[in-house]
């Protein structure tokens, strides 16, 4: 009966997908932090405290698994970020990289080969193609092709509904949150009828 308890354990565990995806460049800065599981900003800090902490310092001939605790982390290198996501112990490590590197043809796609510089400008873009991929840590969309078309549809939206001389970006950052919009250097402003001064 314990026996079955574990692995009915384990199948939750890898059920529930990702707990976090972090992008973080050579030099230790995140450039991009979605947390799909609630934890605490406390929590959140040690994370990627641990995340430059293990990964940075790391050969690249060196194995893409890393074991802490109750989760591991599984992370790619790609030119000079690093991609990396936060899973459960029982989740399969190879699977996370394809979806990493899922993520990362979709954003080649969207960015016509994605560097640095896209993700710091153009964070909103970068959470909207997660966000249609993933869903609270579970691949949702596979196809890129998918993914992009809804993004530019989406944004042919937002350039329908602003009027002339209006700020696009201004409309995308209703979907952002505070901290979000702080690191997209924007002034939030209050949601909601009484909080249209931005």
């Given at each position: 009966m314990t026996k079955t308890k574990q692995e009915s354990a384990k199948l939750r565990a890898a059920a529930c997908g990702w707990h976090f995806i972090v992008l973080m460049s050579r030099q230790g800065k995140i450039r991009l932090a979605e947390f799909f599981s609630s934890?605490?900003?406390?929590?959140?800090?040690?994370?990627?405290?641990?995340?430059?902490?293990?990964?940075?310092?790391?050969?690249?001939?060196?194995c893409n698994i890393i074991e802490k605790g109750d989760y591991k982390f599984v992370y790619r290198r790609y030119a000079s970020l690093y991609f990396a996501v936060g899973i459960p112990a029982g989740l399969n490590e190879l699977i996370v990289l394809e979806q990493i590197h899922l993520f990362v043809e979709a954003l080649?796609?969207?960015?016509?080969?994605?560097?640095?510089?896209?993700?710091?400008?153009?964070?909103?873009?970068?959470?909207?193609i997660l966000f249609e991929m993933f869903i609270g840590?579970?691949?949702?969309?596979?196809?890129?092709?998918?993914?992009?078309?809804?993004?530019?549809?989406?944004?042919?939206?937002?350039?329908?509904?602003?009027?002339?001389?209006?700020?696009?970006?201004?409309?995308?950052?209703?979907?952002?949150?505070?901290?979000?919009?702080?690191?997209?250097?924007?002034?939030?402003?209050?949601?909601?009828?009484?909080?249209?001064?931005?």
């Amino acid at each position: 009966m314990t026996k079955t308890k574990q692995e009915s354990a384990k199948l939750r565990a890898a059920a529930c997908g990702w707990h976090f995806i972090v992008l973080m460049s050579r030099q230790g800065k995140i450039r991009l932090a979605e947390f799909f599981s609630s934890y605490s900003e406390a929590e959140k800090k040690r994370i990627l405290r641990d995340i430059a902490a293990e990964i940075l310092p790391r050969q690249p001939k060196m194995c893409n698994i890393i074991e802490k605790g109750d989760y591991k982390f599984v992370y790619r290198r790609y030119a000079s970020l690093y991609f990396a996501v936060g899973i459960p112990a029982g989740l399969n490590e190879l699977i996370v990289l394809e979806q990493i590197h899922l993520f990362v043809e979709a954003l080649d796609g969207y960015f016509n080969s994605v560097c640095e510089l896209d993700l710091v400008f153009s964070l909103h873009k970068s959470l909207m193609i997660l966000f249609e991929m993933f869903i609270g840590g579970m691949l949702c969309e596979s196809n890129k092709r998918e993914v992009l078309k809804a993004i530019t549809e989406a944004e042919e939206l937002v350039e329908e509904l602003t009027k002339p001389g209006e700020d696009t970006a201004s409309q995308l950052d209703d979907g952002l949150s505070y901290q979000e919009q702080f690191q997209l250097g924007r002034k939030p402003g209050r949601r909601g009828p009484t909080g249209a001064s931005r």
